[in-house]
Nanobody, 123 residues
Framework: VQLVESGGGLVQAGGSLRLSCAAS????????MAWFRQAPGEEREFVSS????????YYTDSVKGRFTISRDNAKNTVYLQMNSLKPEDTAVYYC?????????????????WGQGTQVTVSS
């Protein structure tokens, strides 16, 4: 599946952004979807994932209560609503598709990746 992210930008601390990831190709609803991020000089890290149906979600501790992942299988799109943004959320955000479990947090478990979208949070 091909993935294209959008919605990144520059925002002040405490602000909000909504990222979108549009998928093309067949079988979007058969994939677990996730968001990862990578700050300069850092490894890519897991942010959040969502099950195929959208019922189950999983978050890394640092974004719980601030970020919400969702998906619309009719539109082949996954979203990441980011509220109460902090400077430490600054990174390139990537969406990814996985044929396994929504508990998978390792990058090696994900088969397809988007090109990323930059999120910059100023203090």
């Amino acid at each position: 599946v091909q993935l294209v992210e959008s919605g990144g930008g520059l925002v002040q601390a405490g602000g909000s952004l909504r990222l979108s990831c549009a998928a093309s190709g067949r079988g979007f609803s058969s994939y677990v979807m996730a968001w990862f991020r990578q700050a300069p000089g850092e490894e890519r890290e897991f942010v959040s994932s969502i099950s195929r149906s959208g019922i189950a979600t999983y978050y890394t501790d640092s974004v719980k209560g601030r970020f919400t992942i969702s998906r619309d299988n009719a539109k082949n799109t996954v979203y990441l609503q980011m509220n109460s943004l902090k400077p430490e959320d600054t990174a390139v955000y990537y969406c990814a598709a996985n044929s396994g479990s929504y508990y998978d947090t390792e990058t090696s478990r994900y088969d397809d990746w988007g090109q990323g979208t930059q999120v910059t949070v100023s203090s």
